[in-house]
């Protein structure tokens, strides 16, 4: 209509004008004063007042019809994350938090408790904390500050006693059992399946003996084993704090002591939770997800099944190997004594029924005693490190504070935890390698503050760090450790690998073998579970990771469930995967390197993907030149993950030209150089192995193995 002005020529009632802004702060008591799913109906019925504030946008002119004072508006709710809001919740609440957290968070010095084996021991009560005040590097010692009459001593304030219900004080728990594990000469579990060592021990010893303890593990290193026997030494030494006599009506002591197990992601956790499933009846173990991951197995009205939290669909799926140790299925099952009345609802669920508001209520009543029945029956709890906060295990007792994966966790993600079980907890232990992966912080506004620094690499210098790997074969160690571990990782010398069938005509067998191709990047627009995002591929290193991977598998020389292809961009990673399904190969693992940390192959290759006209090639680049034609490649905690994760043989392919135009990728070519094993990608093959090589080293594994039936080693012989 012309009436609309000269710049509209629209009906007013199709005009549609999009504008970005941000929620202002409201109430949090108005909203039921718990960010937790749990209490979700109670806050969708609390009154809200929230006022938007509109983002100018970079516009000329904004049209003349959405000033008019009838103009009717759609607004879009896009709601904060729930581990975002805990994120935000946990920094609120740090200031509350026990002397031992705030301490941590701070970066303040952390009283040690050291136990003799005689003498006199203090209780944690009697422990006296500096109030927080100016931060101080980790390694600094703590100094009294100076006044004019001389040093002055910081106030002082003793640590809260924790709550504790009926439980007995700590006394004979650090008097006794912790001092007495401390005499051990060694920490392996009793009839376990590893034997620790040096260094492991030691691992577990300071995280026995400190409040706060950093472990390092480095790729190999059984950094996960490690943390799997702090949990059973705590879980005994809380046993041990247990009532010896029963209670007078012979029931079951509940609530005690417990160990909570976390990590940025669920993966991260289930490993731990395979470990504990041996010794389910001993420790008993229980794995805790939040109610978005239990509603992708048994949907809740309200509560979304969508991804979890931003998550692949993957990482937001339970893990169907611990159903016996999961929460939302231990509620459903005898002996839970409210197991009928939630299969009943659930069963109605199914077939359709629709729920009023007091229907809802009541079943969540009933799920919060199913869960509070399990929990006070169980010692070590798994969860992440956001689910952490959920309402539903506020009950809980937790003495120790396990993070694992703690290098790949933002501070406030790690805070979380530590925040929630302030007033009980008592150690705190991080493992994790700030060599690998960091957080994953795409802001740079939050980049530039050092958010994508997370807590475990702050005190990285205090780490303990597990010196001996167990994966990969020693020539595939060897550059890693010299470029990311000072020389100091080594490989455990009863580790035998088979020979690499990688190699080429004049080096039949390489553990590490790079294939230089220059092929030509695509710029392409790819659909993931996370959504559409711009990636790269290149045709030209398809074809040739294709034919590699077709020579490896040839009449099963190399089992295709044995092989990985990593790489940067998840547009190479479908092209490879469409390849491989033309050439008729199945069971190859294609995947990013950012999804690969904490897996391991026989045979990995990686596509680096990234290259250039030789006319643009730098020899003195720029950080923003690097930035520009390699990307992702050049990150140093990539490069370390993509080239660690391989046991017997590791394949790069690559624009060696390029990459030498990092100082990183220059030394590991020179690595390569040096080895004989950097040569086109075309001579990369699968020449016929030396037999008296093979021989050699499939006897060796044999006599080691004590001479353990395997068929395919036999053949070899």
């Known amino acids: ?354 729920f009023s508001k007091e229907d809802l209520r009541v079943y969540r009543r009933v799920l919060g005693k199913a869960r509070k029945h399990e929990l006070e029956r169980h010692s070590v709890i798994l969860c992440t490190c956001s689910c952490a906060a959920s309402k539903s295990l506020k009950i809980l007792n937790v003495r120790q504070i396990l993070i694992d994966e703690a290098g790949m966790a933002t501070e406030p993600e790690t805070l979380i935890p530590l925040v929630c079980f302030s007033k009980t907890v008592e150690k705190v232990v991080l493992l994790g390698d700030h060599k690998q992966l960091r957080p994953v912080v795409k802001s740079e506004q939050l980049q530039s503050l050092g958010m994508d620094r997370s807590l475990f690499e702050r005190y990285h210098r205090d780490a303990i760090m597990l010196d001996t790997q167990y994966r990969m074969h020693k020539d595939i160690c060897s550059f890693p450790s010299v470029e990311f571990y000072g020389g100091k990782l080594k490989t455990w010398s009863d580790l035998r690998r088979l020979p690499s069938i990688l190699g080429h005509t004049g080096k039949p067998s390489c553990s590490v073998i790079f294939g230089s191709v220059q092929g030509h990047e695509q710029k392409l627009l790819v659909s993931t579970e996370d959504g559409n995002e711009n990636s790269r591929a290149n045709p030209e290193e398809v074809t040739q990771v294709v034919r590699i991977i077709k020579q490896l598998t040839l009449d099963r020389t190399v089992d295709p469930k044995d092989i990985a292809v990593l790489t940067p961009y998840n547009a190479q990673a479908a092209a490879i995967s469409r390849g491989l399904m033309q050439r008729g190969v199945t069971g190859v693992t294609v995947t990013s390197i950012t999804k690969s940390q904490g897996s391991e192959w026989r045979y990995v290759i990686v596509s680096t993907v990234r290259t250039c006209p030789r006319s643009d090639v730098d020899q003195r680049p720029t950080k923003s030149w690097l930035k520009k034609f390699l990307g992702f490649v050049v990150d140093p905690h990539q490069v370390n993950v993509a080239i660690t994760r391989a046991q017997e043989a590791l394949c790069i392919i690559g624009d060696h030209l390029l990459l030498r135009c990092c100082p990183l990728w220059h030394r590991l070519l020179d690595f390569c150089e040096a080895q004989h094993s950097l040569v086109s990608a075309e001579k990369c093959d699968n020449p016929t192995p030396n037999p008296a090589e093979v021989r050699v080293a499939a006897s060796e594994i044999y006599t080691r193995t004590s001479g353990a039936s395997k068929a395919w080693l036999q053949n070899l012989l």
């Open 1 to 354: 209509p012309s009436g609309l002005g000269p710049f509209l020529n629209i009906d007013p009632n199709t005009y549609t004008w999009v504008a970005h802004g941000l929620s202002g702060d409201w109430d949090h008591e108005l909203a039921g004063g718990d960010w937790d799913q749990e209490n979700v109906d109670d806050r969708q019925e609390a009154p809200k007042q929230v006022y938007f504030l509109i983002h100018h946008m970079t516009m000329e002119k904004v049209p003349e019809e959405v000033l008019r004072p009838s103009a009717r508006f759609t607004v879009e709710v896009l709601s904060k994350q729930l581990p975002d809001l805990r994120k935000e919740e946990a920094v609120r609440q740090l200031k509350t938090a026990s002397p031992l957290v705030i301490s941590i968070a701070l970066g303040l010095p952390i009283p040690e408790i050291h136990w003799p084996i005689s003498g006199p021991r203090r209780l944690v009560s009697e422990l006296r904390w500096p109030i927080p005040g100016p931060r101080r590097p980790v390694s600094e010692p703590h100094r009294p500050m100076s006044g004019p009459c001389g040093p002055i001593s910081e106030p002082c304030h003793s640590i809260p006693e924790p709550c504790r219900g009926n439980w007995p004080r700590q006394h004979s728990f650090h008097k006794a059992s912790t001092s007495r594990f401390l005499e051990r000469q060694n920490y392996n579990i009793p009839a376990g399946h590893h034997k620790l060592n040096q260094s492991q021990d030691r691992a577990v010893r300071s995280a026995l003996q400190k409040q706060f303890t950093v472990i390092q593990g480095p790729p190999g290193t059984g950094k996960t084993v490690v943390g799997f026997h702090i949990v059973y030494w705590f879980h005994r030494s809380n046993q041990e704090q247990m009532p010896t006599d029963s209670s007078p009506s012979g029931e079951e002591q509940l609530g005690g002591p417990c160990v909570l197990y976390c990590g940025p992601s669920n993966k991260s956790v289930d490993v731990l939770g395979g470990l504990l499933l041996r010794r389910k009846t001993e420790m008993k173990p229980l794995r805790v997800y939040g109610e978005q991951a239990e509603a992708t197995e048994f949907p809740l009205p309200g509560v979304s099944n969508r991804s979890l939290f931003g998550k692949t669909s993957q990482e937001g799926r339970p893990n169907q190997s611990l159903r016996s140790i999961t929460l939302h299925h231990r509620i459903r099952q005898a002996p839970n004594p409210y197991a009928a009345e939630i299969r009943k609802f659930d069963a109605q669920l199914r077939e359709g029924k629709i």
